[in-house]
């Protein structure tokens, strides 16, 4: 009966948007803003560090492993009110992860984000957490268009197997927001190359935390599909039996219990990224499409988390 509920509401409550349509679940029309655009193009840490100041609640997390850069923490709607995580930049080398959630996070703090109720919501009745750099010396190391530098950090750790040891000061600087906040829903931002063997040949990817919050999954996965016109490849909840997935953080994050809902919703989102090859410029996906499909996802993530969030507590109006 409950997951009979989530799925009509989630329908319901998506057609009552005020925003232009596309095909949707079962012929019904779904509404997502179809005008997320922008400029897709790498900037260096200290020029980010300039944008992330003009934020009015920007805190620094810590120093990253090599002790040169700071890691920040930005924070939007109301601090008492649950909390929603998003991180970016786990590996330097997609920095176009960062570029586009910043563009998200900054139409949401300056008021020209597409669908207005929505935004009201969100930071009426949520707290915003976001890290948009979690491996700043990768980050800006880190060349356009190459498939691995600045992949790693300067101990040359992948951060996205250390959220079980927490051997590196950037994972356990993001484990620290993580269990300060306990938020209710977590979202991990990568890009992977377009012959990613786990990618199904699909220029998207996502992955969920648990079964028990598979059916939000599949909903969030279906409605970017019909979108963007792109097959997803989905990853399933990460298994206890293999040994790698204990160091992911979004299996970290579904771990942890959170005051609102019984399950911590936590996803891993990936879009291919263009990559310089010897054969020549590989890029299944324009630069326009990494930021209208990303900037969806993560709009996707936000509506449909906050529709569970609801399903467990008094709906927000």
């Not at 900054?106 to 207005?116: I, V």
């Not at 039996?241 to 809902?261: H, K, S, V």
Request: glycine residues 6%; neutral net charge; aromatic residues 14%.
């Amino acid at each position: 009966m409950r997951k009979f509920k989530l799925f009509f509401i989630l329908i319901i409550t998506i057609f009552a948007l005020q925003i232009n349509p596309v095909p949707s679940i079962d012929g019904t029309k779904i509404i997502i803003p179809n005008d997320f655009s922008g400029e897709l193009k790498y900037e260096n840490y200290s020029s980010l560090e300039e944008r992330i100041y003009k934020f009015d609640n920007v805190s620094i997390i810590g120093k990253d492993q090599s002790g040169i850069y700071n890691m920040y923490c930005i924070e939007l709607g109301e601090k008492e009110k649950p909390t929603i995580l998003v991180e970016a930049g786990i590996h330097g080398s997609e920095w176009q992860g960062t570029m586009y959630s910043m563009k998200f996070m900054e139409e949401l703090r300056d008021g020209t984000f597409p669908d207005k109720a929505f935004r009201n919501k969100l930071l009426d009745h949520f707290h915003i957490v976001y890290i948009p750099v979690v491996n700043p010396w990768g980050y800006d190391r880190t060349i356009p268009m190459n498939l691995f530098s600045g992949r790693y950090n300067s101990t040359g750790t992948d951060l996205n197997r250390d959220f079980y040891k927490f051997t590196q000061a950037e994972s356990r600087n993001v484990k620290t927001k993580m269990d300060e906040f306990k938020p209710f829903a977590f979202l991990d931002i990568h890009m992977m190359q377009s012959n990613f063997d786990a990618s199904g040949g699909n220029n998207i990817a996502m992955g969920y935390g648990q079964t028990q919050t598979k059916q939000v999954f599949d909903s969030f996965a279906k409605l970017l599909s019909q979108y963007s016109g792109q097959s997803i490849t989905k990853w399933r909840a990460p298994p206890y039996e293999n040994p790698i997935n204990t160091g992911l953080a979004r299996t970290y994050m579904r771990n942890q219990t959170n005051p609102y809902t019984p399950y911590t919703l936590s996803y891993i989102i990936e879009l291919a990224k263009p990559v310089k090859r010897t054969t020549g410029l590989d890029a299944p996906l324009s630069d326009s499409q990494i930021m209208k499909y990303g900037m969806a996802g993560m709009y996707l993530f936000f509506y449909t988390s906050i529709m569970y969030f609801e399903e467990y507590n008094n709906n927000i109006k």
